[in-house]
């Protein structure tokens, strides 16, 4: 999968953390960590195996574009200098820089950004500038009290700066369930998961689903006997040249 990007649906009555367990209980034996990006809730982390959690900063600044009328010029002040930090992640994006050389472009530009973030919040907690139950103060604690997890992007080669990758991913689920009315049986469920899998990863590489799916359907044995020939990124290189569609 090295170089792909996939979309795994899961639903249940899991939690996030524990389906991610299982996933990870897959993997091969030996296999570094993986960054895991989620929010900061405390169900998300996976609790049997070792992840590198990073925290979404995009939930962090929702913190304060949310109380921006009742403190504007601490929120302008917050939401600005996060904005930034985007800036800076789209231009690495925009260069092509690879994972290790988008970090040291990161710590070069946005690490004193993040830095004086924390110290500014801080002092404004401590000096009881800001009182800490209030709004403000409340999307401040969040803030700092998550610093490591929000600033993996600074630390961690490859580290996403938020989840809205997922976020986006998940109005599908959302939709599907709606359009359906709910799943009947848990085994519904997992073949809806399975199709929402199949179509979502389609589009983050650009294949079109209905014609993979048609293909998956025509070449059944062959995607059971070859399954990684028959990817949504590769399927076209594995068609006999008469199969036309």
Same mark, same amino acid.
């Given at each position: 999968?090295?170089?792909?990007?996939?979309?795994?649906?899961?639903? =249940?009555?899991? *939690?996030? #953390?524990?389906?991610? %367990?299982? @996933?990870?209980?897959? $993997?091969?034996?030996?296999?570094?960590?993986?960054?895991?990006?989620?929010?900061? !809730? &405390?169900?998300?982390?996976?609790?049997?195996?070792?992840?590198?959690?990073?925290?979404?900063?995009?939930?962090?600044?929702?913190?304060?574009? %949310?109380?921006?009328? /009742?403190?504007?010029?601490? +929120?302008?002040?917050? !939401?600005?200098?996060? =904005?930034?930090?985007?800036?800076?992640?789209?231009?690495?994006?925009?260069?092509?820089?690879?994972?290790?050389?988008?970090?040291?472009?990161?710590?070069? *530009?946005?690490?004193?950004?993040?830095?004086?973030?924390?110290?500014?919040? &801080?002092?404004?907690?401590?000096?009881?500038?800001?009182?800490? /139950? &209030? #709004?403000?103060?409340?999307?401040?604690?969040?803030? !700092?009290?998550?610093?490591?997890?929000?600033?993996?992007?600074?630390?961690?080669?490859?580290?996403?700066?938020?989840?809205?990758?997922?976020? $986006?991913?998940?109005?599908?689920?959302?939709? *599907? $369930?709606?359009?359906?009315?709910?799943?009947?049986?848990? /085994? =519904?469920?997992?073949? #809806?998961?399975?199709?929402?899998? !199949?179509?979502?990863? +389609?589009?983050?590489?650009?294949?079109?689903?209905?014609?993979? @799916?048609?293909?998956?359907?025509?070449?059944?044995?062959?995607?059971?006997?070859?399954?990684?020939?028959?990817?949504?990124?590769?399927?076209?290189?594995?068609?006999?040249? +008469?199969?036309? #569609?």
């Amino acid at each position: 999968m090295e170089g792909h990007t996939i979309a795994l649906f899961v639903t =249940g009555h899991r *939690h996030a #953390g524990e389906n991610l %367990d299982q @996933l990870l209980a897959r $993997r091969a034996a030996g296999s570094p960590p993986p960054i895991q990006m989620c929010d900061a !809730l &405390s169900r998300n982390p996976a609790k049997e195996f070792q992840s590198v959690l990073a925290n979404c900063l995009s939930h962090g600044r929702r913190q304060f574009a %949310d109380i921006a009328q /009742n403190f504007p010029q601490e +929120c302008q002040h917050v !939401l600005e200098s996060l =904005g930034e930090v985007y800036k800076h992640d789209a231009q690495a994006k925009e260069l092509g820089l690879s994972p290790e050389a988008r970090l040291l472009f990161h710590q070069q *530009h946005s690490q004193k950004i993040m830095n004086e973030l924390h110290q500014w919040m &801080s002092q404004r907690l401590e000096q009881k500038v800001v009182e800490p /139950n &209030s #709004g403000l103060g409340q999307a401040f604690s969040y803030m !700092l009290r998550h610093w490591s997890a929000l600033t993996l992007f600074l630390r961690q080669a490859g580290a996403p700066l938020d989840n809205n990758i997922c976020e $986006r991913a998940l109005k599908m689920a959302i939709l *599907h $369930r709606k359009n359906s009315l709910g799943y009947k049986t848990q /085994n =519904g469920a997992r073949l #809806g998961d399975r199709f929402m899998s !199949l179509i979502h990863t +389609c589009r983050l590489c650009a294949a079109n689903p209905l014609d993979y @799916l048609n293909v998956l359907q025509r070449h059944a044995k062959e995607a059971l006997d070859q399954p990684a020939q028959w990817l949504p990124w590769n399927y076209s290189e594995s068609l006999p040249p +008469c199969d036309t #569609g």
